[in-house]
């Protein structure tokens, strides 16, 4: 929740997306290689101990965290907690951006192997537009689901191919749309993140509860076939609204269709930093949304 916006607002704009994507594999690979020593040590010894380490690693995280992440001020130091979270449920229903973002991320797992693989995917695609990532990552995961749907059950080789190209390509569907959403309002990233992981959230519960139900009753194939139309629908809602729409646009393609981002260079002819005057034209930018907003 504080570390994802954090990121982007730390790194600079040409490895935003590399940076979301490492910090979010670290996060998801450390819940899982815990959830792995827990079942070893509550195997060996008392449950008990998993609790008491939990404690100890907990005070490592808070003093590395105090020497490592650099003081960073507050964006929204007026807002009281209610008002961030009534800002939240006006995202929900007045960016088009992060509901499809969100509708898109509804049917999302995200699995240890598209964690150790998704920094060097995302930094390998860093320099195209999120829409185009996300495109390019549901319809990988749709051509890898015909295989599931035409050979699950037939043979182990197909789970295996399947479970591993699904991984890497959600984990980096899931950075595409972060770096996209992040990109709404700089001022608000950490509000916006909540609503995209709550979005994830439920999607993993509602994916679950389906997938098995269908699984248990219909077997392989009609379980592979479902998670082909889900990603299906993933494909119609990104089609829903173009790459470069402006911040308020639901539907079409303004702005063209240019796969490349413009990032403009960080340093100058005299070797100096850059960013100065860019940083300062962005804050007058989002403080021009804000009034008219207001």
Known sequence: MILLPLAADLAPPEGQSTAISVVLSGLLLGILVARVLAGIIAEYASWRI???LAVGVQYLVVIGAYLIIPDYPAKNKGMTYWDILRSMAKFTVTEPLLIQGLVIGLFGLVGMLGVATGPFISRATQGLVPWYSALISIAA?????????????????????????????????QVSISTAVFNI???ARARLNAVLVISLFIGQ?????????????????ASAALGLALYGWQLA???????????????????????????????????ENATGGREETIGKAESDERVREE
Do not use: N
Request: glycine share 14%; with cysteine.
């Open 50 to 52: 998993v609790y008491y």
């Open 141 to 173: 995961m749709m051509c890898v689901q015909t295989i599931q749907v035409g050979a699950g059950g037939v043979h182990i080789s197909a789970v295996v191919i399947v479970a591993f190209a699904v991984d890497v390509f959600r984990q980096w569907l």
């Open 185 to 187: 309002s700089g001022d």
């Open 205 to 221: 519960v509602l994916g679950t509860a389906v997938g098995t139900d269908v699984f248990v009753k219909y077997g392989w194939k």
């Open 237 to 271: 809602i990104l089609f829903l609204r173009g790459p470069h729409c402006a911040r308020y646009t639901w539907f079409g393609y303004q702005g063209g269709l240019e796969y490349r981002k413009k990032i403009p260079p960080s340093i100058d002819a005299g070797g």
